[in-house]
């Protein structure tokens, strides 16, 4: 499978853990996102990677969220000390970077359901 | 808050009638993407439209990006079963980098 892929699928942790979630995203894109998405709700931008550079990140992403991408190819997402709030699906994206304005297609991964008990 | 704006939330459609979901931005946007969830599925991404005034059509589904590219649409003609599920615009606010997703128009076709 040459898609976007996410580690875990689920997790269920309780209320004060760390957890950490990893996506792979296609091979040849060099640009990776993070979402989240909770029901009935469209994605939410969390942050972006340029190759391994985080470039932005959105004024949703607390300072108990941080997000890797140590050699431009996979990331990782962790939440330290998680709340109930904090409970949803977390999707990763890449894309090729856009020869004109904007980025081309995202291709979404299956994403991570996170619950928080 | 939401600067990319979807209505209706949910339409319920008989199969075969048309379907449409309306994308309104509060700033102009450069270009405009659409994605598609299936229930329990992750966004896959339809189209996406960079010129005023653009429409594109994919068999059954045609696109349009408003001419003060502030608005977009995507029409369903003849509805099938399998065009159920949520619809999202999502355009680049503020910068090109990243996009916003409108809270998606939620599909359900009854056979």
């Known amino acids: 499978d040459t898609g976007v892929s996410q580690d875990p699928r689920h997790k269920i942790t309780k209320r004060g853990q760390n957890v950490t979630f990893r996506c792979d995203p296609i091979?040849?894109?060099?640009?990776l996102y993070w979402y989240r998405q909770t029901l009935g709700q469209g994605p939410e931008f969390l942050t972006y990677f340029q190759n391994e550079a985080q470039l932005e990140k959105s004024r949703l992403l607390s300072d108990r969220f941080s997000a890797e991408r140590p050699k431009g190819s996979f990331s990782t997402l962790e939440i330290q000390r998680t709340e109930q709030g904090d409970s949803a699906m977390y999707l990763c994206a890449s894309s090729l970077l856009g020869t004109g304005r904007g980025s081309t297609e995202a291709f979404f991964g299956q994403g991570t359901r996170l619950t928080v008990v | 808050g939401q600067q990319v704006m979807q209505i209706p939330q949910y339409q319920h459609v008989q199969e075969g009638e048309d379907f449409t979901t309306y994308c309104n931005s509060s700033t102009t946007l450069s270009n405009i993407q659409w994605y598609k969830q299936r229930p329990g599925g992750h966004p896959v991404f339809l189209i996406q439209?960079?010129?005023?005034?653009e429409v594109k059509k994919q068999k059954r589904l045609t696109f349009q990006f408003g001419e003060a590219k502030k608005n977009s649409s995507l029409h369903i003609t003849a509805t099938q079963t399998t065009d159920v599920g949520t619809y999202f615009c999502?355009?680049?606010?503020?910068?090109?980098?990243?996009?916003?997703f409108g809270s998606g128009t939620k599909l359900n076709v009854k056979p």
């Open positions: 091979s040849e894109h060099n640009r």
């Open positions: 999502a355009g680049p606010i503020y910068n090109f980098n990243k996009f916003y």
């Open positions: 439209l960079v010129k005023s005034g």
